[in-house]
T-cell receptor
Framework: AQKITQTQPGMFVQEKEAVTLDCTYD???????LFWYKQPSSGEMIFLIY??????QNATEGRYSLNFQKARKSANLVISASQLGDSAMYFC?????????????FGAGTTVTVRA | DSGVTQTPKHLITATGQRVTLRCSPR?????VYWYQQSLDQGLQFLIQ???????AKGNILERFSAQQFPDLHSELNLSSLELGDSALYFC????????????FGSGTRLTVV
């Protein structure tokens, strides 16, 4: 079964607007971590934000925030005030504590295109 | 610079050949992960090493092998290459400092012709 589901293959957003990227996850492990990565066209994978399953507050990092809804098993990424440089592929990932290898499971990704 | 070093950045080779991809993890990180990213398969986990020992194995073909050396750098060996092995190969390291999230290297883009 898919551990991470990203249902939006591609999205367009106007510059300066906010965009929400959906991510749902599947785990029975009470302890897990959720991550978002950005992959621009140059190919490198850039860490954006992390949310632990026991964190009480939603994570924020600059213009990135993670809308963590534990009961719904969703971890949506919100990018505020979009910039042209935000055009990239975005991956949601999860680490489960029960797997002592700390391997991350990745979703299929969402391509974001920011329009001027 | 993420601190994870991957070489080479680009590699073009012929079918049937063998190549070695190299990765140095971020200073202090003991875990190294290898992933393959192709257009139709997304990010596929290949193998993980922790302090020189193989810790987990994913969808790694028998033609592929890896190891982690005492200085913690890792090598991924790909042999009898096929056109379908063309992909972006990432190495990543992790530690408790980042919630065990990955710090990725810049990747090696392998093209098999």
């Amino acid at each position: 079964a898919q551990k991470i589901t990203q249902t939006q293959p591609g999205m367009f957003v106007q510059e300066k607007e906010a965009v929400t990227l959906d991510c749902t996850y599947d785990t029975s492990d009470p302890s897990y971590g959720l991550f978002w990565y950005k992959q621009p066209s140059s190919g490198e994978m850039i860490f954006l934000i992390y949310q632990g399953s026991y964190d009480q507050q939603n994570a924020t990092e600059g213009r990135y925030s993670l809308n963590f809804q534990k009961a719904r098993k969703s971890a949506n990424l919100v990018i505020s005030a979009s910039q042209l440089g935000d055009s990239a592929m975005y991956f949601c990932a999860m680490r489960e504590a029960l797997s002592n290898d700390y391997k991350l499971s990745f979703g299929a990704g969402t391509t974001v295109t920011v329009r001027a | 610079d993420s601190g994870v070093t991957q070489t080479p950045k680009h590699l073009i080779t012929a079918t049937g050949q063998r190549v070695t991809l190299r990765c140095s993890p971020r200073s202090g990180d003991l875990s190294v992960y290898w992933y393959q990213q192709s257009l139709d398969q997304g990010l596929q986990f290949l193998i993980q090493y922790y302090n020189g020992e193989e810790r987990a194995k994913g969808n790694i073909l028998e033609r592929f092998s890896a190891q982690q050396f005492p200085d913690l750098h890792s090598e991924l060996n790909l042999s009898s290459l096929e056109l379908g092995d063309s992909a972006l190969y990432f190495c990543a390291s992790s530690s408790a400092r980042t919630g065990y999230g990955y710090t990725f290297g810049s990747g090696t883009r392998l093209t098999v012709v």
